[in-house]
């Protein structure tokens, strides 16, 4: 089983990224796939989670941390076996590495997650 976070980059304040979660090995429409971020020396954050699909092709409920709802969109893609956090009007506090996580359900602790996947760095400054 193998999760790959992508689609980090170095963006202005302001601008959007498409972070992806795609996964081997597994399929993620039966997970709830969360988005945590970190910065060395601190404290890993939850970002967003996507609940399981319902198994008729509904795609599962969402969940934002305060500092990112409004301006961020998380879906999945299961024909692609991937989840995508699209976070728009980027912030230098957005800056840390991205992860993507598997879980039984968004409402959990970090330390249930069942998979991870490596991070992706997202940088935001000018």
């Not at 090995?25 to 796939?33: P, S």
């Not at 961020?72 to 991205?98: C, F, H, M, W």
């Amino acid at each position: 089983v193998q999760l790959q976070a992508s689609g980090g980059g170095l963006v202005q304040p302001g601008g959007s990224l498409r972070l992806s979660c795609a996964a081997s090995g597994v399929t993620l429409e039966y997970y709830a796939i969360h988005w945590f971020r970190q910065n060395p020396g601190k404290e890993r954050d939850w970002v967003s989670c996507i609940s399981a699909g319902d198994g008729a092709g509904g795609a599962g409920r969402t969940y934002y941390q305060d500092s990112v709802i409004g301006r961020s969109t998380i879906s999945r893609d299961n024909a692609e076996n991937t989840v995508y956090l699209q976070v728009n009007g980027l912030k230098p506090e957005d800056t840390a590495n991205y992860y993507c996580a598997a879980a039984s359900k968004c409402w959990t602790t970090s330390a249930a997650m069942e998979y991870w996947g490596k991070g992706t760095l997202v940088t935001v400054s000018s």
